[in-house]
Structures are given as C-alpha cells and as structure tokens.
Nanobody, 123 residues
Framework: VQLQASGGGLVQAGGSLMLSCAAS????????MGWFRQAPEKEREFVAT????????YYTEPVKGRFTISRDNAKNTVYLQMNSLKFEDTAVYYC?????????????????WGRGTQVTVSS
C-alpha cells in the first residue's frame, strides 16, 4: 500500500484546509485510516481515524468539533477537513493505513505511512 498525502499549505488562523490521502492497492475499504501530525521538536501525535466502512471515527480532543475525517472508498481516498485552524495546528500531517478494519489512535497499529504534507497556520 502506498499513500500520498496532499493539500497542505499556509493559512491564516481561523481558516480552513482539506487534506487528501490517496492510497494505492486493493481492498482499501478494509483498511482503517488515520491522520497523525508532528510539530517541530515534538513527538508525532494522533489526530483522527476512521474505520474501513467509515462508520466509526475518533478524534483527539484538541481537534474535536473543528476537524472531520471522511473517506471515499470508490476513490481510495481519505480526507481531513480542517476548520477554525489555530497556530498550534501547525505541523507536518501524515496519513497512515492499518491492516485492521478499525478506528484506532495507536500509531503502532498502522502498517503503512505516507509522506507528510506541511500545514502552517499563521497567527
């Protein structure tokens, strides 16, 4: 499975961005998908996850109500809509795929990772 994230950029605080992650390979609908982020000099942290069917989602507390994860299994793509962006959302965002059809915040349960896309929020 290869993952390609896109959609990052520079945005002012309060603005919005939508990240996309396109996956290669078959059986995309059986993979749990997640978004993680890593800010400068910080550990990578969980952001959001969605189960293979899209029924189950889970978010880290700081982004609840602002970010929405979704997926289009026909397009092998997962999205992260980010609204009301804050300076502290600045990070490199990574998408990841789990071989388990689950919505897990545990990074160790993800087998495939894409290259990150930079999100910079100016205050």
């Amino acid at each position: 499975v290869q993952l390609q994230a896109s959609g990052g950029g520079l945005v002012q605080a309060g603005g919005s961005l939508m990240l996309s992650c396109a996956a290669s390979g078959r059986a995309f609908s059986s993979y749990g998908m997640g978004w993680f982020r890593q800010a400068p000099e910080k550990e990578r942290e969980f952001v959001a996850t969605i189960s293979g069917s899209g029924v189950r989602t889970y978010y880290t507390e700081p982004v609840k109500g602002r970010f929405t994860i979704s997926r289009d299994n026909a397009k092998n793509t997962v999205y992260l809509q980010m609204n009301s962006l804050k300076f502290e959302d600045t990070a490199v965002y990574y998408c990841a795929a789990s071989l388990w059809d689950s919505a897990t915040p545990v990074s160790a349960e993800y087998s495939y990772w894409g290259r990150g896309t930079q999100v910079t929020v100016s205050s």
